[in-house]
């Protein structure tokens, strides 16, 4: 189970806020987070984030952030130990600063590994991993598989930013 409050970057007001003061906190880190994400796409393929960067310009900015609340309580036929699934994210990039909550994990392939310590946070550490659409236009680098675990230390605060492009491209 868990708790979303979901932007579309393109058009932030879409959504109702709960203050504007959360509106203006939540889109200068939506700036930061996707400032870190573009630099990480310009190395990575600097050609895909002219590609991003004209798209974006032509048809507005499709990146979100999600903020997600994991209450880390087991409800009704939940997975006892996900609180959500493994997955790949449909974007490019996405960027996570960990939580104080420890629940990210990343498969390598083999077993899945814990990516986030609580000493993290006190440090301004990131994590960021790569996404289908970057799977598809550079297919050396691989839609990193994730979930989230249940964690017996209460609940789990998440701020996810995605970086998108638009279809077709």
């Known amino acids: 189970m868990r708790e979303q409050f979901h932007i579309v970057c393109g058009d932030p007001d879409a959504q109702s806020w709960p203050s504007s003061q959360t509106r ?24 895909r984030e002219k590609e991003r960067q004209r798209d974006e310009q032509d048809c507005g900015d499709p990146s979100v952030i999600d903020i997600f609340w994991y209450p880390n309580e087991a409800q009704g036929v939940a997975k006892e130990k996900e609180n959500m699934g493994d997955h790949v994210d449909p974007g490019l ?21 814990r ?13 960021i991993f ?16 994730h979930r989230v675990a249940r964690a017996d230390q209460g609940g789990r605060l998440s701020i996810i930013f995605e970086l998108r492009a638009h279809q077709g491209w």
Do not use: Y
């Open 115 to 127: 990516v986030e310590d609580p000493s993290f946070a006190s440090r301004n550490q990131l994590v």
């Open 130 to 145: 790569s996404g289908e659409d970057m799977e598809a236009s550079a297919p050396e680098i691989k839609g990193t598989v």
């Open 93 to 113: 990039l996405t960027i996570e600063a960990p939580s104080l909550v420890p629940g990210l994990e990343i498969h390598d392939g083999e077993q899945w590994i």
């Open 24 to 47: 203006d906190c939540t889109l200068e880190v939506v700036r930061r987070m996707k400032d870190h994400c573009v630099e990480v796409l310009k190395e990575l393929s600097p050609q």
